[in-house]
């Protein structure tokens, strides 16, 4: 911990976590700084009491210290944080009503790709919306180095809890936990502490195991051009380094009673959905990858299993390659198993810096830069504002998540449940010179196939369900 100087007040300020050095890194190598900006809407069909609504977003904000984290660098360019005592900012209010919907959304869209001035600066922005259809809510941008996912909906959500409460009379939601106390425990592992060296010593042993194989959605096509290319037909990495950053997001929803299929399947089998998504993702990268049996994939970590890294809000992602190598004569059902252990592996080593990891894995195999062994990220947000305790109003939602228009990974692949029918969205986040919305689509439509041909019956093995899509 450091003290700064900011407009003439002494600030206590503390280094970046892992979790949000890799962000850091993104931002300072890439020349679209939007890169870190999420941008997502929540609107509830109904009339809105916008005064209301006002207060209860600076509750919210005095509740989320994390939302009022701020930036600077030093001399030698480290960057610091430190939080605000208050937020006193205007919360502006855009009357969208009688625009055409997806004309109001794009207007949205291009408030997303407005990139946040670094340091000493807000990194979220909030604009209360009235859209056509009755839908009224909330406009949200946040810079990922501040939030992530979990952080969103908790900060959405307890907005919308205060706002029932002070409207309605519902109780008051449960205060939220200091974040910089979760920021203390981070950096006290990363201080060289006996956990961080048990969990540096499980990844090293991992890193010397047999090299993995990269398996990409698109088929072997880049890997077979690249082992051409460099005159090495035993190469089992390939640079997925794109020469372009423009994105966009492809949504495909799955309706609410195929949803209910997927988690009735995970429910009477104690696996969680995550290990499910999984085990379709992999099939599907091993039929496009001339059936391989060795598939890695990169999961992303929550870290949010204590009552602090529920309720502190931040960014806490870490992300790690779940490779499985699984015979064709196993069951659908043993296959989910298998990544499920393999997960509960990762997850106790899940504190680690996942930057580290990957430059010593890079180091070990030799491997040219901006290799990979996973062509395809995997995060699965069960979360939902919808619930049952009566403290809010059953009434019907919309979110929206707004593409930045630049990406720094070929694919990500977001599962969240929709609000508004607890349907599931798959959100395909994608570079546009590395995949397009037709393959994108074509993806989707084997991890339905493999999905629903493992669920309907569990004894199939691995080899009939290929052979079957």
Not at 51 to 67: T, V
Request: aromatic share 12%; net charge neutral; with cysteine.
């Amino acid at each position: 911990m450091k003290e700064f100087t900011v407009n003439n007040s002494v600030v206590q300020c503390y280094p970046l976590t892992a979790a949000q050095r890799l962000h850091n890194y993104t931002v300072k190598y890439c020349p679209c700084h939007q890169v870190l900006n999420i941008g997502t809407g929540l609107y509830v069909q109904q009339d809105v009491d916008f005064d209301l609504l006002k207060q209860a977003i600076y509750k919210s904000y005095e509740r989320f210290d994390s939302m009022r984290l701020r930036f600077l660098q030093d001399e030698d360019e480290t960057v610091y944080q430190y939080i605000v005592p208050n937020e006193e900012r205007d919360i502006p209010f855009y009357d969208f009503s009688r625009w055409n919907e997806e004309d109001a959304h794009n207007e949205m869209r291009k408030w997303t790709a407005v990139p946040f001035k670094r340091f000493n600066s807000p990194m979220n922005k909030i604009v209360m919306v009235k859209l056509p259809g009755g839908y009224n809510g909330i406009y949200l941008k946040v810079d990922h180095m501040t939030m992530d996912s979990s952080s969103i909906i908790s900060f959405n959500r307890d907005i919308l809890e205060i706002y029932c409460s002070l409207r309605y009379g519902t109780p008051y939601p449960k205060p939220m936990m200091p974040y910089l106390k979760a920021i203390e425990k981070d950096l006290e592992y990363e201080a060289n502490s006996e956990a961080r060296r048990r969990d540096e010593e499980f990844w090293m042993n991992e890193i010397k195991k047999s090299e993995p194989m990269y398996t990409d959605f698109n088929g072997m096509g880049r890997l077979i051009t690249q082992r051409r290319e460099n005159n090495n037909p035993n190469q089992r990495s390939a640079v997925i380094v794109s020469r372009s950053m423009d994105a966009s997001i492809s949504v495909y929803k799955l309706e609410k009673e195929p949803t209910r299929r997927l988690m009735k399947f995970c429910e009477d089998n104690q696996v969680p959905m995550t290990s499910l998504l999984l085990m379709g993702l992999r099939t599907v990268l091993s039929k496009f990858n001339n059936e391989e049996k060795d598939v890695s994939v990169k999961t992303n970590v929550a870290r949010r299993g204590t009552l602090l890294e529920k309720r502190s809000g931040g960014t806490r992602i870490h992300f790690f390659p779940l490779r499985t190598i699984i015979e064709p004569d196993k069951t659908f059902l043993e296959g989910i198993n298998i990544i499920q252990a393999e997960q509960n592996r990762i997850f106790r080593h899940a504190n680690f810096d996942p930057i580290e990891l990957n430059i010593r894995r890079a180091q070990y195999r030799k491997n040219i830069p901006g290799s990979s062994y996973e062509s395809i990220s995997l995060t699965y947000q069960p979360l939902s504002i919808r619930h049952d305790t009566g403290d809010m109003p059953d009434v019907n939602y919309k979110s929206m998540w707004y593409t930045n228009g630049v990406a720094a990974q070929p694919l990500y692949l977001t599962v969240m449940h929709r609000p508004e029918d607890n349907g599931m969205n798959f959100n395909f986040e994608y570079k546009k010179d590395a995949v397009t919305e037709y393959e994108m689509e074509y993806l989707y439509y084997y991890l339905c196939r493999v999905l629903f041909r493992g669920i309907e019956d569990k004894d199939r093995t691995i080899q009939e369900i290929l052979d079957m899509i």
